[in-house]
């Protein structure tokens, strides 16, 4: 019985036929899981934008935001459970490496399958086949860049607020880190949206060109409003980051406000 389930493995992996004679329904669903994944990040990340960038508000605001997510206000004292946090990144980061090893399916993996997949774009020279490969470019990037911030996220909950992410930024270097995982993360998600939107069908005009068209001009909104919202987050961390004393470990501090950073009582 083993012997004949391997046989039918082999055949299935060289013929794309099972033994009923017809194909397998497994791409089909990876490539289903793959988008649900993808999908679910995507939209994470914008709503992790919006979330981060309450710091342009003040220290305050996104140290309230950091509090919500750690249930302060189920905590008797206020000071919320930061081990929900570690949580919320653990499930994050599963899903992460989930949708990063079902995209590695279609990425060539050999020198005559990069070769193939050049000449293809060279010769085509489509739109779509070069957001494919910054895709993937982007993509490969993040699964590293990606996992060290998670990682961060998971074993130090209590330093997302304004004081100690202000300090990482600056004082632990994490800044070009940040940077590059910044543009990373947006070109990646707005590319891969627009992908799925033109594979499933969603939000179809008139004619595919009328669609083709829309989808295209709101990737590159989405690309342009969440890089510059991206940036002057950025630019915020860095700034209170520059105040800080590098020599006081704010890392073990929870909450802060905009008078404390200052340096006033």
């Known amino acids: 019985m083993q012997q004949s389930n391997l046989d039918n493995r082999i055949i299935e992996s060289y013929t794309g036929i099972s033994k009923q004679n017809r194909a397998s329904r497994m791409p089909a669903l990876l490539d ?3 988008s649900a994944t993808g999908l679910f990040l995507a939209l994470f990340m914008m709503a992790h934008m919006f979330f981060v960038s309450t710091i342009l508000i003040s220290n305050e605001a996104m140290d309230k935001v ?8 189920l905590s008797s004292d206020g000071k919320g459970y930061p081990f929900v946090v570690s949580i919320l990144a653990f499930v994050v980061f599963s899903i992460f490496i989930l949708h990063a090893l079902l995209a ?3 990425f060539p993996i050999n020198y005559r399958q990069y070769i193939r997949l050049k000449a293809h774009k060279d010769a085509l020279r489509h739109s779509d086949t070069k957001l494919w490969v910054i ?3 982007t993509g490969f990037a993040m699964f590293f860049l990606g996992s060290v911030h998670l990682y961060i996220v998971m074993t130090q909950p209590q330093t997302i607020g304004a004081i100690g992410s202000s300090f990482r930024f600056v004082h632990q270097h994490f800044w070009l880190l940040y940077l590059v995982l910044l543009f990373a993360v947006e070109l ?7 992908r799925l939107a033109v594979k499933w069908g969603w939000f179809e005009a008139k004619t595919p060109e009328i669609t083709l068209k829309r989808l ?6 989405i690309s342009v409003f969440f890089i510059i919202l991206g940036l002057a987050t950025y630019a915020a961390y860095v700034k209170n980051g520059l105040k800080l004393d590098k020599n006081t470990n704010y890392m073990t501090i929870h909450q802060m406000g905009d008078n404390e950073i200052r340096g006033n009582k």
Do not use: P, T, V, W
Not at 66 to 73: I, Q, W
Not at 188 to 194: D, R, T
Not at 216 to 221: F, S
């Open 32 to 34: 289903y899981l793959q």
């Open 66 to 73: 950091s509090r919500f997510f750690e249930l302060d206000f």
């Open 104 to 106: 590695m399916r279609k």
């Open 135 to 137: 895709q993937a470019y």
């Open 188 to 194: 990646h998600g707005s590319i891969g949206l627009y």
């Open 216 to 221: 295209r001009n709101l990737k590159i909104a």
